[in-house]
């Protein structure tokens, strides 16, 4: 049984988070947790917080998150009733990342899905803030962000982002490779080109490698010259190929980095309209059996 870990803040795009972890498990055995974390509002003024009980706070938090929790269970069980799928809820009075990583261990988890944005993010905002600190922070699991507007496609077309300038272990790329091979997919590489030029000979390598861990699934190679930043041109490519997953491995100096520390006027343009899978750098020595094979049983 899989163990899929989703934070919520009880957003709509929260919620669209929900709904696609759903679907794209059916017809899996999975137990489903909902995290929610929690800090206390602090008073503005030491006249304020004179007029508070130790406590209270934190109190009416917990309350307020045991109760959001409850809403989403009944709304799942409403749209989505499903005798594979079980549900554990966490209300923690802890910093979002903490919980994920403490939650990760201690419940085994297999990927972590989030939304985008939060309960107040913008429209013109590339991802929101807890997100990318997801992102940055989490390096033993995958994380799997569902924009707002994306509704569940079955993942038939997955652009896989690289340079070519790390070599890619086999178990790394398992999460890709069995996400592909269990739903059919093809996998279009993408080289985003800084500049016109041939590969070098380590890239060469490396895209020759990818081609035989890729043997006996369909792919295709596509080189690309940036245009305005990484970002964007991976949003106009998914967009004219109608690509429905974009997935991208997590290292120094990987196009996830470049992107989370890309100049916000640079990546206004990138919603990722389209939901992005970030796969944890594990190196060569990582096992066959890592939790990170979250596509092994999934239902064609």
Not at 98 to 110: G, H, L, N, T, Y
Not at 167 to 191: C, D, G, Q, T
Not at 232 to 238: D, K, M, R, Y
């Amino acid at each position: 049984m899989k163990n899929i870990l989703i934070p919520t803040d009880f957003s709509e795009n929260s919620w669209n988070a929900v709904r696609y972890a759903l679907e794209l498990y059916k017809g899996e055995d999975c137990t489903f947790h909902l995290l929610n974390t929690y800090t206390p509002i602090i008073p503005s003024s030491r006249f304020m917080a004179s007029s508070f009980q130790p406590g209270l706070l934190e109190i009416g938090s917990l309350e307020n998150s045991k109760k959001g929790l409850s809403d989403i269970l009944k709304r799942i069980q409403k749209t989505h009733k499903n005798t594979n799928h079980h549900f554990k809820t966490i209300s923690s009075f802890n910093l979002l990342v903490d919980e994920i990583k403490d939650v990760i261990d201690r419940e085994s988890i297999d990927l972590i899905v989030t939304g985008t944005k939060g309960a107040t993010g913008l429209d013109e905002i590339f991802m929101g803030s807890n997100t990318v600190r997801i992102i940055k922070a989490i390096r033993n699991c995958p994380v799997l962000t569902i924009p707002l507007q994306f509704k569940y496609v079955k993942p038939k077309e997955v652009v896989f982002a690289t340079d070519f300038k790390r070599y890619y272990s086999k178990s790394e790329l398992a999460p890709l490779m069995e996400l592909a091979k269990s739903f059919k997919a093809s996998i279009r590489i993408v080289y985003v080109q800084e500049e016109i030029k041939a590969l070098s000979e380590i890239q060469q390598f490396n895209l020759n490698m990818l081609r035989k861990y890729f043997k006996g699934i369909e792919y295709y190679i596509h080189t690309v010259s940036e245009r305005n930043s990484v970002s964007n041109t991976l949003e106009v490519f998914a967009d004219e190929l109608e690509i429905h997953l974009l997935a991208m491995l997590n290292y120094q100096h990987s196009y996830v980095e470049r992107i989370t520390r890309e100049p916000v006027v640079k990546r206004l343009a990138f919603h990722t309209q389209v939901p992005l899978l970030v796969i944890p750098e594990l190196g060569m020595n990582a096992p066959s059996n890592s939790k990170i094979d979250i596509g092994a049983e999934l239902v064609k």
